[in-house]
């Protein structure tokens, strides 16, 4: 009965006795007290507790700061969607009232010396700031009939990513995602967005494995996406995709379509100057010499392949280099690192190397 | 060491089983005694004159004997807090602790803070979540630890005295300065309702900080659970995350229990357990994990900070029994 975080927001928040006060009041959390120890939750309160399952609002304390969520064990997910929403707004108003309290009201200005500027909630997610850095991940995923007998564990790896991102409010601010995917034909099973706020759709087996489909779908959805995060008011780091695959490529033109939607060559100007670093992952019978070629661009991107026998341990180890990827790409963004690349996990059956692409 | 003159230990004999010895009395003497009687020096810090009858106590620290003449309201049992003072009836009385609350805390039928039914609810639901959770109980060392089993906070929690330090506690506690109003009415409570002749405890008792308005929150019920089992199934949790379950990821770097964050992954029902008891008792309860072999001792750098498992430690049995024993 692991929790399932069904909705989260981060708290800029000086979190003294009125504000818990305040949020005791209106919110009906019940605050646990400063002194406790390494305490992860503040403050909480149950929406709902029963046999079946708990949904509990809380306060809870992460390594990068504050926030306030819903959290759902056993099947306290299913919480009427209606109230849901009431909750979600209730919260967000009540934060948004505190970051408008002045800092001290009961004692005028006699004590404003103490308190930090940085008072109250900052509600994001809805607010985007201008300038506002974003780094686009794209996971393409392979579901031609091969993948038949792995799709379950495909399903629950992406979901426990999904899970990963959610629990770090640094990197779910910072990343964007969107699944695609692809047999015969491709297409985009989640649209770009905060993994917090996807539904991620149950994949489900289909055809062939027509890698040129997947690549002309990546190049539309990108041009459209960095025009849509453009306009909103972000600035968008270059993005990354991660290409799985089980089996050789089924259409003969996929080199040239590659090429063509998501490369770009500088001498000629020819190509998608905005392309993707692509970076693609192999289990099963996925050749290692196609893999080293769409390692793209040499220099920035690598080939991920996984050489062992069990397939759903495979996908877990590839997933995990997009965990670490993903995560130590996110928190580098403050410092200007823009992708991390993460090496294959200690131990696991994946190898990787750099790109060949210029050879092809 | 412990040396009584005869005449008080006779009274005090007479006396024991009452509890809590007469009428609240701000006097005491106190003596510091190096090397040997002799050198006794008397110092007066009472305000009235001395009782016509008291006991004399010498408890050995590290340096030097202190001869405390224990004043008539002293609770029997005695209640030390390891610096030579022990609970007073005056105590009890600010931290509305009842004769029946002390008893039933003596016989280990409750912790401070919960009446007998809230104990028995309170162990009953710590079993359901158990064996929701597939846990063992004999996997399962259970410590009730903290000011609610044992009267006083640990040594590293002293109860503040003067200006610097109430007003450093009440940041600490409720994240800002206090207004001049709070610490004069916190400097009232101490000095005026609670220790009217300057007989500090050196350790907080239960509650304190919240009958002195310092904290918003009473004295919490702290859980220390010492199991394999739980560690290893948070130690999955971070395994899962494609980490290696080593050092900080695991266990807190400097209270060295397993981090907190894992406990609702690898054990949802006693986490819930935690949050539905502290709302029942309107007093947070608090979970820390350690392997089965208990906190590491850690007398040799933290001297009597440190949380290994000790003779006389309240040991949960999450079974309703009629009370518990020492381990």
């Known amino acids: 009965m692991m929790p399932l975080i069904l ?80 909750l979600i707004e209730q919260v967000s108003r009540e934060l948004g009232g505190l ?58 790896t992406l979901r426990r990513l999904q899970r990963e991102v959610v629990e770090q409010p640094v990197v779910d601010d910072i990343a964007r995602f969107s699944v695609l995917t692809f047999s015969d034909s491709a297409k985009v099973a989640t649209p770009l967005g905060h993994f917090s706020e996807a539904a991620l759709p149950s994949l489900s087996v289909e055809g062939g494995t027509n890698y040129g489909s997947a690549f002309r779908l990546l190049a539309q959805t990108l041009d459209a996406d960095r025009q849509r995060l453009r306009s ?28 063509r939607t998501l490369t770009y060559d500088r001498s000629t100007g020819r190509g998608n100057r905005s392309h993707p670093v692509f970076v693609p992952l192999g289990i ?30 495979a996908i877990h180890d590839l997933f995990g280099v997009i965990t670490s990827t993903v995560v130590a790409s996110s928190q580098a963004v403050g410092g200007r690192a823009a992708l991390a690349l993460a090496l294959p996990p200690p131990g696991s059956d994946v190898v990787s190397g750099d790109s060949s692409f210029d050879t092809m | 060491m412990q040396a009584w003159s005869d005449a008080s230990r006779d009274k005090s004999r007479n006396a024991r089983h009452q509890g809590v010895r007469g009428p609240p009395r701000s006097e005491h003497l106190c003596c510091a005694w190096k090397a040997s009687a002799q050198m006794c020096r008397i ?32 609770i029997e049992p005695p209640i030390p807090d390891g610096s030579g003072y022990h609970a007073r009836s005056r105590d009890l009385m600010f931290l509305g602790i009842d004769s029946d609350a002390l008893d039933r805390w003596r016989s280990r039928r409750s912790p401070l803070g919960m009446s007998a039914i809230q104990y028995d609810g309170f162990r009953r ?93 009473q004295s919490d019920v702290d859980l220390q659970i010492a199991s394999d089992e739980v560690v290893r199934r948070c130690e999955e949790v971070i395994v899962e995350r494609g980490l290696s379950p080593e050092g900080a990821r695991l266990a807190h770097p400097v ?3 397993v981090q907190k964050d894992l406990i609702e992954s690898a054990t949802p029902h006693l986490y819930l357990f935690a949050l539905r008891a502290s709302d029942a008792l309107n007093r947070h309860v608090s979970l820390a994990i350690f392997p089965s072999s208990g906190p590491r001792n850690t007398t040799q750098t933290h001297g009597p900070l440190s949380a290994h498992f000790r003779d006389g430690d309240w040991k949960i049995v999450p079974t309703p029994a009629p009370s518990e024993t020492s381990s």
């Not at chain 1, 809380?58 to 009431?86: C, T």
């Not at chain 1, 850095?133 to 799709?151: E, G, K, Q």
Request: proline residues 5%; neutral net charge.
């Open chain 2, 255 to 257: 209270y060295d229990f």
């Open chain 2, 43 to 74: 110092v007066r810090t009472g305000r009235s004159p001395r009782p016509p009858t008291r006991r004399v106590r010498v408890a050995r620290t590290s340096r030097f004997c202190i001869l405390r003449v224990v004043s008539k309201d002293a």
């Open chain 1, 7 to 86: 909705w989260r927001m981060s708290l800029d928040l000086v979190l003294d006795d009125r504000a818990c006060k305040r949020l005791e009041m209106s919110l009906g959390l019940h605050f646990h007290g400063g002194n406790a120890l390494g305490e992860i939750t503040l403050a909480h309160r149950f929406l709902r507790d029963d046999l079946s399952g708990s949904t509990v609002l809380r306060l809870v304390r992460l390594s990068s700061g504050l926030a306030i969520e819903v959290a759902a064990f056993g099947d306290g997910g299913a919480y009427p969607q209606d109230e849901f929403q009431g």
């Open chain 1, 232 to 259: 909103a008011g972000y600035l968008s780091y270059r993005p990354c995709a991660f290409f799985l695959t089980d089996g050789q490529p089924s259409d003969r033109d996929w080199k040239d379509t590659f090429r």
């Open chain 1, 284 to 313: 099963r019978d996925a050749p290692v010499d196609v893999m080293r070629q769409l390692a793209y661009p040499p220099g920035r991107s690598r080939w991920y392949v996984a050489k062992g026998s069990n397939v759903q341990e």
């Open chain 2, 125 to 217: 639901a710590l079993l359901r979540a158990l064996e929701r959770d597939d846990l063992s109980l004999d996997a399962c060392d259970i410590r009730l630890k903290g000011s609610s089993a044992e009267f006083f906070s640990g040594h590293h929690k002293q109860l503040p005295r003067g200006l610097d330090a109430i007003v450093d506690l009440f940041r600490a506690t409720r994240g800002r300065m206090p207004e001049s109003w709070e610490i004069s009415e916190i400097e009232h409570r101490l000095r005026n309702q609670w220790i009217t002749d300057g007989e500090f405890p050196r350790r907080r008792p239960f509650d304190s900080l919240y009958r002195l308005s310092i904290a918003r929150e």
């Open chain 1, 99 to 156: 970051r408008d309290e002045p800092p001290s009201a009961a004692s005028g200005s006699e004590s404003h010396y103490w308190r930090p500027e940085k008072v109250g909630a900052v509600a994001e997610r809805i607010e985007v700031e201008a300038g506002q850095v974003v780094m686009p991940f794209y996971i393409m995923c392979d579901v031609s009939t091969s993948m038949a007998r792995d799709m379950a564990a495909l399903d629950g």
